[in-house]
């Protein structure tokens, strides 16, 4: 079946540092990826999404790049910030109504 | 207005007894969504409701019920809680559900079953 993996649970970073976040998938289907960010306390909410292979799609200084090639979407970011603290899931669809969420990667970051 | 409404934050319930959350959302989307999310595991989809048809997941059907009074409330109903059920529930609304449609997250209800 359809499968989503995010290999790191947990990374630290100082701020100001660049950070790449993990996203693999499994479908054989033609996949549409999605970056949601959870806050403490708040509801998860949509970075960025993309189904168009090898096109950088970029949302509030994220970007992340679907290649299909090596079924990867992975998240970026050039500079982080003491706000981008959060829980980042990468998410799957590839038809119906059903959505598969990695099991999410937990950024933490230091001053 | 993109909110998601969900009540209560917190629920504390006994084992063996019913629990009701409720969900609510006013962006008149046609899908609603219930997630079980355990610590470090993937939001599980539960079931869904698209308009007034629901979808149970085949491995929770027995566990889970719902209903869908209107299309802004949806709830997720547990008739007898056991400790495996404590968790953070999700609910989540999309448009008209596609696959590729944003889906617009509540805050999320934490349950605690003892």
């Known amino acids: 079946g359809d499968s989503v993996t995010q290999t790191e649970g947990l990374v630290t970073l100082t701020k100001g540092l660049p950070v790449m976040l993990n996203c693999t998938y499994q479908t054989t289907y033609s996949p549409f990826l999605f970056w949601y960010v959870q806050h403490l306390n708040e509801a998860p909410k949509l970075l960025l999404k993309s189904s168009t292979d090898n096109k950088r799609t970029e949302h509030q200084g994220f970007y992340a790049t679907l290649h299909k090639s090596s079924s990867s979407f992975h998240l970026q970011k050039s500079s982080v910030q003491l706000s981008d603290s959060a829980l980042y899931f990468c998410a799957l669809g590839t038809g119906g109504y059903k959505v598969v969420f990695g099991s999410g990667t937990r950024l933490l970051v230091s001053p | ?114």
């Open chain 2, 1 to 114: 207005d993109t909110t998601v409404k969900q009540n209560p934050r917190y629920k504390l319930a006994r084992v063996g007894k019913p629990v009701n959350l409720i969900c609510s959302q006013t962006m008149n989307h046609d899908t609603m969504y219930w997630y079980q999310k355990k610590p470090n595991q993937a939001p599980k989809l539960l079931l869904f409701y698209y308009d007034k048809i629901l979808n149970r997941e085949a491995d929770t059907f027995e566990k889970f019920q719902s209903s869908r009074p209107n299309n802004s409330f949806c709830s997720l109903y547990i008739g007898s809680a056991g400790l495996e059920y404590s968790a953070m529930y999700l609910c989540a609304s999309s448009r008209d559900g596609g696959f590729q449609d944003t889906q617009y997250f509540g805050p999320g209800t934490r349950l605690l079953v003892l």
